[in-house]
Each structure stands twice: as structure tokens, then as C-alpha cells.
């Protein structure tokens, strides 16, 4: 895969030493409720996740893009991920993790439009989509602010601290 760069960052493949990392924000119970996580990852799974990888989308169907800034040696401060690809119907889903001291810095924002660009010059896709909890208006801006649209709001579709949120569903047609 090609190297894709930004004015500030860049998004890269997954490598072995970005395990650390992985480890620790897999392990963030406080995320686990954007995802589908309910038990901790080893160490030893997320390697194999990384040595499995063909790091193709089209055999894999996902893709985790590690995102690094140029100006700080290459420091990695989250990544993005492609999911669900459908090659037949030419879409995938997109979520995006940011390092708590990196947001609202304009780091998402620019990550997105790399891996946006990418979706539609390179894999040629129609759309993507993305799920966003309704208490996750940072989030709802970034995609919106992208060209994503709500096309749906799914009544309490999240169990958070024993409460239930709803959650988005956002789209971009290319």
C-alpha cells in the first residue's frame, strides 16, 4: 500500500512495534463501548492480528491505518480503520481513534480526508459509513463536517454504565 500524506501526518500499515500502542488503547475499557470489545486483548492476539494481516482489504475485508505526524519523529497519535468492505457493493465502514492529548487539533480531521480520498481514487467506492453514539458530538461534527449525513438514529442501540444511548448511523456517497 502506498504511503498516504497529509500536510502534518501520514497513515501507515500496521507494524510490530506499534503493539504497545495497540495494547493500550484496545485495553481502554472506556472505549470498548465504540467498538464491539467486552474482554481485554493480549498481547499475544494482537500480534498475531498484525502477523496474520495481509494487510490487504480485499482479502482481509478491514483495514487498520496507523496514523503518525511528520514534525514529531513520526510519533503515532491513533488510527483509522475500513471495515465491512464489500467489494460487490463498494463500501465500507470507518471509525477513527485519536490519543486523548492529540484531539481537537485538526489530526482527525486531516486523517480523514487522506483515508476519504483514498477510499474514492483508490479502492473506487461508493460509500462509507459510520456509527457514532449520540453522546459523541465531537465525533458527529468531524463526519458531518466531512459530507457525512445521518440517515438513521438507532434508539438505544449502546449499553454504556448501565444505561442506554443511542447511536448515528452517517453515510457519504461519493
Known amino acids: 500500500m502506498e504511503m498516504l500524506k497529509g500536510k502534518n501526518l501520514q497513515l501507515r500499515a500496521l507494524e510490530p512495534e506499534d503493539i504497545d500502542l495497540l495494547y493500550q488503547w484496545e485495553n481502554d475499557t472506556n472505549m470498548w463501548t465504540l467498538g464491539n470489545t467486552t474482554t481485554p486483548f493480549s498481547k499475544f492476539?494482537?500480534?498475531?492480528?498484525?502477523l496474520n494481516s495481509q494487510n490487504d482489504i480485499y482479502s482481509d475485508k478491514?483495514?487498520?491505518l496507523m496514523i503518525e505526524l511528520h514534525k514529531k519523529?513520526?510519533?503515532?497519535?491513533?488510527?483509522?480503520?475500513?471495515?465491512?468492505?464489500?467489494?460487490?457493493?463498494l463500501r465500507a465502514g470507518i471509525g477513527i481513534l485519536i490519543a486523548k492529548k492529540y484531539r481537537s487539533k485538526g489530526y482527525?480531521?486531516?486523517?480523514?480526508?487522506?483515508?476519504?480520498?483514498?477510499c474514492r481514487n483508490t479502492l473506487n467506492?461508493?460509500?462509507?459509513?459510520?456509527?457514532i453514539g449520540i453522546d459523541n458530538p465531537e465525533s458527529l461534527k468531524l463526519f458531518e463536517k466531512?459530507?457525512?449525513?445521518?440517515?438513521g438514529n438507532k434508539k438505544q442501540w449502546?449499553?454504556?454504565n448501565?444505561?442506554?444511548?443511542?447511536?448515528?448511523?452517517?453515510?457519504?456517497?461519493?
Open 158 to 160: 449502546i449499553r454504556k
Open 162 to 174: 448501565d444505561k442506554w444511548i443511542d447511536e448515528y448511523m452517517l453515510q457519504l456517497i461519493f
Open 73 to 89: 519523529n513520526n510519533e503515532t497519535i491513533g488510527c483509522i480503520d475500513l471495515f465491512d468492505f464489500n467489494p460487490k457493493n
Open 125 to 131: 467506492l461508493h460509500q462509507l459509513y459510520c456509527n
Open 45 to 50: 492476539h494482537l500480534e498475531q492480528f498484525i
Open 108 to 118: 482527525g480531521s486531516q486523517a480523514l480526508d487522506l483515508v476519504i480520498r483514498y
Open 146 to 151: 466531512k459530507g457525512f449525513k445521518s440517515i
Open 62 to 64: 478491514q483495514i487498520r
